[in-house]
């Protein structure tokens, strides 16, 4: 995948090649950063990540509840996983860390309910995938390089990084029947062909699984955390073996299928008799000392068991990208039985905060209101954007074009700004 890196680049030592290190639009620099540091420095000063601080991950922003996590301290911890992952597995640190402080970017407000809103108001127009409008973000909205006749180029970061951000490559037509998850949009095909020139069809490079895995693992514990610290979640109720296999039950269907009730049961019993899981909550320091405990034990737990099979598997051979064959990708390889615990984690925290049934009517209200948003912008024009996207919407030339500048903004909003720009177009007729 190309010529070797500079022989100062510590990259160079862990498989990275030059061709790595491109950029969609040719840069030189001075000084000491490596591409990949000053990648990651790209993303942590960008606008899109500080707009993370206001959207929402499992509880709003806006919920009332000061203390719980929002979609960028989430991508903070997620990075803080990923960057130890890349340590012990022999990977950039840099590539890793900045995939993971990117992967949540293309979230719109109301996290994945906003989503399904913005993807219902795109049907037939191409659809909207959060992880798809990262990449977007990345290579286009997020102003900072621009080409020769003017086009923005966005944060213009390496092949390798982008690629590593990319937790599904490819398009909504090769998804997968009846799947809803894709990488790029059709009007982005262009820098998603570059960032994946030479790599395996449909295969995540090694980077991109493990920001996965960090992702899974710090939504897991850090949710589930959230959620009992709010008392969505009573620890008395879950430890009672009363209604005990319709939790089961509630979390085996929101797998869906990809593990059954025996294999979720026995994950559960793993977790659940571990000396700080919680039987209890009453707000002491010393149960938020032994949450924090648990936490912490399932961190190192979900991390080791995939560290030491895939070193293991690996048995010497560089694993950075695609490792050094790739006919053969690299793979992270995650024990089945830490997936079922990560699994039991996250449906437990759906079963309790994102499917119960004193949530739907919430739910309902934040869709409703960026379907509104949407019509409301729609039908005013360029005149109500941003003056950004007011652009875009004046040079596209198809309905997909100008309804996709349309949904750029609306996703770019933070919960708090959805709800603002709603009163201010919504409630009262337009001037």
């Given amino acids: 995948m190309g010529d070797a890196l500079p022989r100062h680049d510590p ?119 959060g992880n798809a409008q990262t990449l977007r973000i990345l290579t286009r909205l997020e102003p900072k390089h621009f080409a020769p006749g003017g086009a923005s180029v966005g944060l213009n970061l390496t092949r390798a990084t982008l690629d590593a951000s990319c937790k599904y490559p490819w398009s909504l037509v090769e998804a997968a029947p009846g799947s809803a998850k894709f990488g790029y949009f059709e009007s982005d095909a262009e820098v998603f062909h570059w960032l994946r020139a030479g790599a395996p069809e449909r295969r995540k490079c090694i980077e991109a699984q493990i920001m996965d895995l960090s992702d899974d693992i710090a939504y897991s514990v850090h949710d589930f955390e959230d959620a009992v610290v709010s008392e969505h979640i009573d620890p008395e109720i879950l430890t009672s073996r009363s209604g005990h296999s319709a939790l089961i039950r509630a979390v085996a269907e929101w797998a869906d299928g990809r593990f059954d009730s025996d294999e979720l049961g026995d994950a559960y019993d793993r977790m659940s008799a571990g000396a700080n899981w919680l039987t209890r909550w009453d707000g002491s320091r010393r149960d938020q000392g032994r949450l924090k405990n648990f936490t912490s034990d399932m961190i190192g737990r979900f991390a080791r068991a995939p560290i030491r099979a895939t070193l293991e598997a690996a048995d010497g051979r560089p694993l950075a990208r695609y490792g050094a064959d790739p006919a053969a990708p690299a793979e992270l390889l995650v024990p089945r039985e830490i997936r079922a615990e990560i699994a039991v984690l996250k449906g437990i925290v759906a079963a309790f905060v994102m499917q119960s049934g004193r949530r739907q009517p919430t739910y309902r209200r934040q869709r409703g209101l960026l379907v509104e948003l949407l019509h409301t912008l729609w039908e005013a024009g360029p005149s109500e954007l941003e003056p950004a996207y007011a652009a875009d919407l004046r040079e596209a030339d198809s309905e997909a074009e100008a309804r996709r500048a349309v949904v750029d903004q609306v996703a770019s909003l933070t919960d708090q700004s959805a709800i603002a720009w709603y009163r201010r177009l919504c409630d009262a007729p337009l001037a």
């Fill in 11 to 129: 990259a160079l030592a862990l498989g990275y090649t030059a061709a790595d290190s491109e950029r969609f639009l040719p840069e030189h620099h001075s000084g000491a950063r490596t591409d990949f540091a000053r990648d990651r420095a790209r993303v942590l000063h960008s606008s899109g990540w500080r707009r993370l601080a206001a959207k929402t991950q499992v509880l709003s922003p806006a919920s009332g509840v000061d203390f719980a996590r929002n979609r960028l301290t989430h991508s903070l911890e997620v990075a803080q996983i990923g960057r130890e992952l890349a340590v012990a597995l022999g990977v950039s640190q840099d590539v890793v860390d900045t995939a993971c402080l990117a992967h949540d970017l293309g979230h719109p407000p109301f996290g994945h309910n906003g989503e399904k809103a913005l993807n219902d108001w795109m049907a037939g127009f191409g659809g909207f995938e």
